[in-house]
């Protein structure tokens, strides 16, 4: 798909984001992905099925493996510090490191379920796997079984995030369901668009 096939910023502005709503949550893995500046770190953005999944929002390789690292490097100074060995490291890697990569993510992975919530169209069944990763940083962050007291907190922030890109949110949204997928490239397009008019 060429940038022409894009359908333009300005012919998104009374898109009605509540009619497929597979398209909406993975809408909203994006939009908090940019919020948070994390857009360099999606490869692709779709609304097909696979693998499990209703739809996806993937990140790049090379992010999959610095997280991957990350956990590594946690479980390793972990059983390090039995032997009372990599004790500053740990706390390096835990609470630093950690909550840099992961807090981030989580608001990513809330993304999806929030801006249904945002749009009043939840549906839970589609945060099913968000969830349980979700569940998987939190233990990474030391804060196990706190997802059901973050989810709020995180929607009220993500809100304000939601009401600010509205306009934004419309134009991806509208091409997700018209193309099915989006590149990376795509989505820069459409906030390169986005960005001209509130410039205006």
């Avoid at 998104?12 to 809408?27: G, K, Q, S, W």
């Avoid at 890697?93 to 992961?102: F, H, I, N, T």
């Avoid at 993510?105 to 249904?116: Q, S, T, Y």
Wanted: charged content about 20%.
């Amino acid at each position: 798909m060429n940038q022409k096939q894009l359908i333009p910023f300005k012919d998104c502005f009374t898109v009605d984001v509540t009619n497929d709503i597979i398209a909406l949550h993975e809408t909203g893995h994006v939009i908090v992905m940019y919020a948070l500046g994390m857009i360099d770190r999606l490869t692709y953005v779709t609304k097909k099925a696979g693998s499990g999944t209703l739809g996806l929002s993937e990140t790049t390789d090379e992010y999959k493996a610095i997280l991957a690292q990350l956990a590594n490097d946690l479980i390793q100074t972990a059983g390090n510090l039995h032997y009372g060995k990599d004790v500053t490291k740990s706390i390096r890697l835990s609470r630093l490191e950690a909550g840099k990569m992961y807090l981030p993510n989580i608001c990513r992975l809330f993304g999806g379920g929030a801006i249904c919530r945002f749009y009043h169209v939840p549906d839970e069944n589609m945060c099913s796997i968000d969830y349980s990763l979700i569940d998987q940083l939190l233990i990474g962050l030391g804060i196990t079984g706190s997802r059901e007291t973050l989810l709020p907190l995180v929607d009220q922030f993500l809100n304000s995030v939601f009401t600010s890109l509205d306009l934004l949110t419309k134009a991806i949204y509208k091409n997700l369901t018209t193309h099915e997928t989006l590149t990376r490239d795509q989505v820069l397009m459409i906030i390169k668009e986005w960005e001209e008019y509130k410039l205006l």
